[in-house]
């Protein structure tokens, strides 16, 4: 049986040391770093998520608000609030909750956010320095670097290789599948796992004979939004996987991965709930605790 990656316990860690960091910033008369969300509309699922968010960040000592706007808002309206959000001082880390409702222009709203407040790490800026190797590894683990970051990592691939170091799991001329090519997940992570020295497969829906592609993973990263798509016979025995899957279903929240089969087959993996959405959280808060930092630094 693989070993289970304990993404809870490694998230918790990490919040730790941002709450450590944030207290001896404040014990040093510096303010606490700021985030501040918005959420428009009402899908039930991204409530759940902000609202998880916001009890982090106090439990850390991160000060934050909150925005909410009705799913009928004018794109012209959302601009303006993220304008102001931009230019408040206050306001160190932005997170626009994705997806918007239809209608909403979500790219028009992202070049709003000054990529030092882009927490998210989508703006073109922070997304272009991943994709260049200008920040990477290093970035996304160090919590207290020695100069500012240059440029703000996604949150759930920087959680992703956070997990996979914790856990000991060899990088560097490793063969890694992630299945997946979002802007917040798949590519960022494939960039991030390429700085590291692994070699890189990037799949999506028009990958041809997908299980086979991803039977030479030593490390297979699924992030699809298909339930329990990953099968066992999909795996190379003893790799380590990762699902960032997270499909509400009848049988309650499931992954990408078929977690009981895969399980059997597997080195090491990430359950759901449980593996990496916590560090999807801790990571954000770190990301607050980096921006502050170099905006302070300025
Ligand atoms: P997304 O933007 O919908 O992207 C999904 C990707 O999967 C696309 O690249 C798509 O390919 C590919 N895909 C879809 N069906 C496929 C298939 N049958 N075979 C191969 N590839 C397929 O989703 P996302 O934002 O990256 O999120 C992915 C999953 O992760 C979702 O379940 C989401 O809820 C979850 N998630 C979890 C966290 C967390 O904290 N745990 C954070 C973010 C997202 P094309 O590009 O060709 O369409």
Redesign the pocket.
Known sequence: MAEIIDGKAIAAELRGRVAAVVAARTAGGERAPGLATVLVGDDPASHVYVASKHRACAEAGIRSVHHELAADVTQGELVELVRGLDADPEVDSILVQLPLPAGLDRDAVLVEISPAKDVDGLTAANAGLLAQGRIGLAEALELEPERPPLGLIAC?PA?VVELLVRSGIELEGAEAVI????N???RPLASLLLGANATVTT?????RA?PNVCARADILVA????PQ?VKADWIKRGATVID????RTDDGLVG?VDYGAVAAVAGAITPVPGG??PM?IAMLLANTVRASAALASR
Do not use: I, W
Not at 203 to 207: D, E, L, N, V
Not at 244 to 247: A, E, F, I, R, S
């Open positions: 759930t959680g299945v997946g090519r979002s917040l997940v798949g799949c999506h829906s028009r990958t997908l992030a699809v939004g298909q798509m960032v899957g997270m499909n990408d990496v959405g999807t």
